[in-house]
């Protein structure tokens, strides 16, 4: 079955440090892979996407992401982190389905930022 | 901006009641889709339009219905609501391709 999971559910760095989060995903074709961020009562915002090519994508906000496609992971990275980062962070894997795609979510990871 | 808009931003409805979500997508995007985001968990898809035509739904109960019109615009109803219909709810839209556009969602409270 097709899932995606963010092994953490909350996080709390410190601002300037550097951060990662995980993202696994099952999935038996090439994914599409996505990491959004949500502020508390606000829709999604598109921090990146991984379709094709070089598996290191660059987002907004300084984010980056690696797709190791031996690992089926798609960990989010930040090398230092300040303190309007803190929100929730979603991986989704887009999957083919009736002709177009529906997105798997994770659960998400809280992230916290320390002064 | 995706260009996608949902109405209302929030509502409160009261169990057995009916309630119409809507939402216009970008001009062209011929798919559009719904999920249900619960408080503390990530999105969850309910089912997707193409031309018109519901083609895929999640683990959803037909209480919850769609509606996708001509000029991009859709709706999500949802009949008989229970508690548990409390959340906020995205609607995405896309052209044939792997990339969902979000709005920035209705949300529900069931009361």
């Known amino acids: 079955a097709q899932s995606v999971t963010q092994p953490d559910i909350h996080i709390t760095v410190s601002e300037g440090a550097s951060l990662e989060l995980r993202c696994n995903y099952s999935?038996?074709?090439?994914?599409?892979l996505f990491w959004y961020v949500q502020s508390p009562g606000q829709g999604l915002q598109l921090l990146l996407k991984?379709?094709?090519?070089?598996?290191l994508v660059q987002g907004i906000k300084g984010f980056e992401a690696e797709f190791k496609r031996s690992q089926s992971s798609f960990n989010l990275r930040k090398p230092s982190v300040h303190w309007s980062d803190a929100a929730e962070y979603f991986c989704a894997v887009g999957v083919s389905f009736s002709g177009t795609y529906k997105y798997i979510f994770g659960t998400g990871t809280r992230l916290k930022v320390l002064a | 901006e995706t260009g996608v808009t949902q109405s209302p931003t929030h509502l409160i409805k009261t169990r057995g009641q009916q309630v119409t979500l809507r939402c216009s997508s970008q001009s062209g995007h011929n798919t559009v889709s719904w999920y249900q985001q619960a408080l503390g968990q990530g999105p969850q898809f309910i089912f997707q339009y193409y031309r018109e035509e519901e083609n895929g739904r999640g683990n959803f109960p037909p209480r919850f219905s769609g509606l996708q019109f001509p000029n991009y615009s859709s709706e999500l109803n949802v009949n008989a609501l229970e508690l548990d219909d409390s959340a906020l709810y995205l609607c995405?839209?896309?052209?044939?391709?792997?990339?969902?556009?979000f709005g920035e969602g209705s949300r529900l409270t069931v009361l």
């Open positions: 995405a839209s896309t052209w044939d391709t792997g990339e969902l556009f």
């Open positions: 999935y038996g074709a090439t994914p599409y």
């Open positions: 991984y379709f094709s090519g070089d598996t």
